[in-house]
């Protein structure tokens, strides 16, 4: 599975962005999607997943009520919308696929995205 991030960039805080992941796979294998965030010198951190037919989701308690994460799979895209953006949701925003769920460790991801950034200013 290939995945590319797209979406992120500058935002004033309580500012909205949304998160694109478009996925391109060589098989039909159902794969759950996560998304992470790194901000500079901290750990990559669990954000959002959601089930391969996208009838369950997890969040971090930090996004929860922000944030809402989605998919199509006609279109083979997930998404993550964020909505009442905060300083600290500043970081290079990854999105993954993995065959597990819920799954918030990126060890139980298989394959990811190049990651878009996501800068929320003051």
């Known amino acids: 599975v290939q995945l590319q991030a797209s979406g992120g960039g500058l935002v004033q805080a309580g500012g909205s962005l949304r998160l694109s992941c478009a996925v391109s796979?060589?098989?039909?294998?159902?794969?759950?999607m996560g998304w992470f965030r790194q901000a500079p010198g901290k750990e990559r951190e669990f954000v959002a997943a959601v089930k391969w037919n996208g009838r369950a989701t997890d969040y971090d308690d930090s996004v929860k009520d922000r944030f809402t994460i989605s998919r199509d799979n006609s279109e083979d895209t997930g998404y993550l919308q964020m909505n009442d953006l905060k300083l600290e949701d500043t970081g290079t925003y990854y999105c993954?696929?993995?065959?597990?769920?819920?799954?918030?460790?990126?060890?139980?991801?298989?394959?990811w995205g190049q990651g878009t950034q996501v800068t929320v200013s003051s």
């Open positions: 993954a696929a993995g065959r597990y769920f819920p799954a918030t460790s990126p060890s139980e991801y298989d394959d």
């Open positions: 796979r060589r098989n039909f294998r159902p794969y759950n």
